[in-house]
């Protein structure tokens, strides 16, 4: 079955760095866009960014660009959320997301991680 | 930036009856890029509809979504207890909803 497990979440500083990690399996990776979408707490779902099956072609949400990197490892089964200079307004819960296959039509995410939370705060 | 306002912000209804949630769109959507998911506490989103009106795997049937253009609408025919949650509609790669909370009445 399709499992996504979200990693390196945690209490940084506001400008610190984070790393998150999202190790895939269940599935060919290699085959599916993957996105990460972050919640506040208490709050609605925000889209952070997405990355194309073979890392080609990447996406942010204007938010968090020039701060965020996203990359994948295909032969890892991995993605990655590269956080730098970040901010109160940060703090969320960050989910690992997998895209449904274009070939079938399904145009949105179809499996979620568990999240990993991330603090920014002094 | 396409905004999605669904309403009501909150919804009480009781196990049995229906309930019908709205997303409306800033501008026009594809329905193949319209989806809905569901959200318990403490727990990740789950993929309901897909292109406005498919279900995704293992979803009841119970669960129905319709619309086009700027108008969406997802429908429980007969709630049941484990219906009790946040639904949240969502543009293909792009901004969410920001959530309709189904409670018990």
């Known amino acids: 079955q399709v499992q996504l497990v979200e990693s390196g979440g945690g209490l940084v500083k506001p400008g610190g760095s984070l790393r998150l990690s999202c190790a895939a399996s269940?599935?060919?990776?290699?085959?599916?866009?993957m996105s990460w979408i972050r919640q506040a707490p208490g709050k609605g779902l925000e889209w952070v960014s997405y990355?194309?099956?073979?890392?080609?072609?990447?996406y942010y949400a204007d938010s968090v660009k020039g701060r965020f990197t996203i990359s994948r490892d295909n032969a890892k089964n991995s993605l990655y959320l590269q956080m730098n200079s970040l901010r109160a307004e940060d703090t969320a819960v960050y989910y690992c997301?997998?895209?449904?296959?274009?070939?079938?039509?399904?145009?949105?995410?179809?499996?979620w991680g568990q999240g990993t939370l991330v603090t920014v705060s002094s | 930036e396409i905004v999605l306002t669904q309403s009501p912000g909150t919804l009480s209804l009781s196990p049995g009856e229906r309930a019908t949630l709205s997303c409306r769109a800033s501008q026009s959507v594809s329905s193949s890029y319209l989806a809905w998911y569901q959200q318990k506490p403490g727990q990740a989103p789950r993929l309901l509809i897909y292109g406005a009106s498919s279900r995704a795997t293992g979803i009841p049937d119970r669960f129905s979504g319709s619309g086009s253009g700027t108008d969406f609408t997802l429908t429980i025919s007969r709630l049941e207890p484990e219906d009790f949650a946040v639904y949240y509609c969502?543009?293909?790669?792009?901004?969410f909803g920001q959530g309709t909370k189904l409670e018990i009445k």
């Open positions: 990355i194309s099956s073979s890392g080609s072609t990447i």
């Open positions: 969502q543009q293909y790669r792009g901004t």
């Open positions: 269940g599935f060919t990776f290699s085959d599916y866009y």
């Open positions: 997301a997998r895209e449904g296959s274009g070939v079938l039509m399904v145009y949105a995410v179809d499996y």
